[in-house]
């Protein structure tokens, strides 16, 4: 059974940088693919980035200021954010499925295992 955990979510102000990581637990093999989603209040939940290989995906507003990395002898996602804004803010949670890149990743029921997610909130 896989396990993913959060950390690094924080109250920043506009501008700001944080830096999220997701810690992948009971992983044993296998094509895993993982992203960011995130979830603000009164929304629907928002894939933010992918990474498969070496290749990254982004959702057009955070492209140019969100950077996401893994390291795979750790077993642990990334995700660099610069230049925050107030709509941002949001919960963050890391997701992963087994298999290849479907051709889409930012559909959340395509994900079957979900982190308990890290708050981030960017005042102005």
Not at 27 to 43: D, E, L, M, S, V
Request: net charge positive; with cysteine; glycine share 12%.
């Amino acid at each position: 059974q896989v396990q993913l955990v959060e950390s690094g979510g924080g109250s920043v102000q506009t501008g700001g940088s944080l830096r999220l990581s997701c810690a992948l637990f009971g992983y044993t093999g296998g094509n895993i693919y993982i992203a960011w989603f995130r979830q603000a209040p009164g929304k629907e939940r928002e894939g933010v980035a992918t990474i498969d290989t070496d290749v990254t995906r982004y959702t057009d507003s955070v492209k140019g200021r969100f950077t996401i990395s893994r390291d795979n002898a750790k077993n642990t996602l990334y995700l660099q954010m610069n230049n925050l804004k107030p709509e941002d803010t949001a919960m963050y949670y890391c997701a992963a499925r087994y298999g290849p890149y479907l051709g889409r990743w930012e559909k959340a029921a395509d994900y079957n295992f979900w982190g308990q997610g890290t708050q981030v909130t960017v005042s102005s």
